[in-house]
């Protein structure tokens, strides 16, 4: 017998996450050149990653026969959110601390709790885990806390929420969130992925972390690849109790975070000027594609992220005039939303193109 069915029926019944198509593959599939492609479709930031970043990436290089040390990098995210280093833990990509927080947390036996149209991997990690997912119904595309709350068994072992979702942008307000994980049994993990938390307008933000001390069952997960512009470094982090942090640490691979990404995140974490405008990039570059919307008169679901989610007649069709067309965004079939798109906010160039071709595509 193959040794393929000898992997546990949980395993073998997940399905492939579906990434967005890389450049260089539609260039092979349509003979594009590569410089007429535009990608809008991994919520990348456009601005590419923070000249202090690179020059300690090109620093980092002449060290790489060495282990890496995450010493430096868990002190200053500590410092950063006025935490003990014992609670912040590191991730090859913030996937990757989801990853282990399924692993310590689930198991057969256990189920986990999210949103309808939330973020892919959690269903992903949880199945990996043996978990069963139970998928609350959504209330305009975003997470419903009733909903959650109604949904939690007795087996039931961690929550996910994404506070902006992705791919629908939604956000819970901070009060409305707190009351929310309040409510949560505190035997029960939530897991809070903030991947696009410094997308936030300001007065929405809110320090979650600092929750952490009223509600030892909060994990919180960040990512450096987002506004920071590293996301092929592959770096994110979780911040814990430090009891809950030290479980995380022993599955994690003591070296799951390399050299390159450590310094790269430890410089991009200290250019406020780049996130700055990052940001606002982000800013202008949202109300021009929301404008190029509600021109080409489609509905869109409003965003809190680098990216928004519109609606089309036939997805599939939108989606393949685009490609033609060199333009790459996200179809979110995947996500129960077969007749959306996804489009990740770019340069002003880029914008345009995209809306142009968009129009085209109609
Ligand atoms: C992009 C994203 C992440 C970040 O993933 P990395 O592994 O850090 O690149 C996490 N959560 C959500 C909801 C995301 O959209």
Redesign the pocket.
């Known amino acids: 017998m193959s040794i393929v069915l000898q992997a546990p029926a949980y395993i073998r019944a997940i399905s492939p996450y579906i990434p967005g198509k890389p450049i260089t593959e539609l260039a092979r599939q349509m003979g594009i050149p590569v410089e007429k492609i535009v990608k809008l479709a991994s919520?990348e930031n456009p601005l590419g990653m923070s000249p202090k970043a690179r020059k300690a990436v090109e620093a980092a290089l002449a060290g790489v026969e060495r282990y890496p040390d995450q010493f430096d990098l868990i002190a200053a995210l500590a410092e950063r959110h006025g935490v003990a280093t014992g609670q912040v833990v590191l991730?090859n990509?913030?996937?990757?601390v989801?990853d282990l927080a399924a692993r310590v947390f689930l198991a057969p036996g256990r189920s986990a709790v999210f949103s309808r149209h939330a973020?892919a991997?959690y269903p992903l990690a949880s199945m990996a885990a043996g978990a069963e997912c139970i998928v609350a119904p959504a209330k305009h595309y975003g997470h419903d806390p009733a909903a959650m709350l109604a949904a939690i068994r007795p087996d039931t072992r961690i929550v996910w929420i994404?506070n902006p979702?992705?791919p629908t942008g939604n956000f819970l307000p901070q009060a409305e969130l707190r009351a929310f994980i309040d409510k949560i049994p505190a035997d029960i993990a939530v897991v809070l992925?903030e991947?696009?938390t410094e997308y936030l307008a300001p007065a929405d933000r809110a320090d979650t972390v600092a929750w952490i001390k009223d509600l030892p069952n909060l994990i919180v997960?960040r990512?450096?690849?987002?506004i920071y512009g590293l996301?092929g470094l592959?770096?994110?982090y979780a911040v814990a109790r430090a009891d809950v942090a030290d479980l995380l640490n022993r599955v994690r691979q003591p070296f799951n975070v390399n050299n390159l990404a450590l310094a790269g995140a430890l410089a991009a974490l200290d250019d406020h000027g780049f996130v700055a405008e990052s940001f606002e990039l982000n800013r202008r570059g949202m109300e021009q594609i929301v404008a190029g919307l509600k021109r080409l008169g489609l509905e869109h679901i409003p965003s809190h992220g680098n990216f928004v989610t519109f609606e089309v007649k036939d997805g599939a069709a939108v989606n393949g005039k685009l490609l033609q067309q060199g333009v790459i965004v996200r179809p979110i079939g995947g996500y129960g939303l077969p007749n959306h798109l996804r489009v990740t906010i770019g340069l002003e160039t880029e914008n345009a193109r995209f809306l142009e071709a968009l129009e085209k595509s109609l």
């Open positions: 919520n991730g990509g913030s996937n990757d989801l973020f991997v994404a979702n992705n992925d991947a696009y997960t990512t450096f690849s987002k996301a592959r770096i994110g």
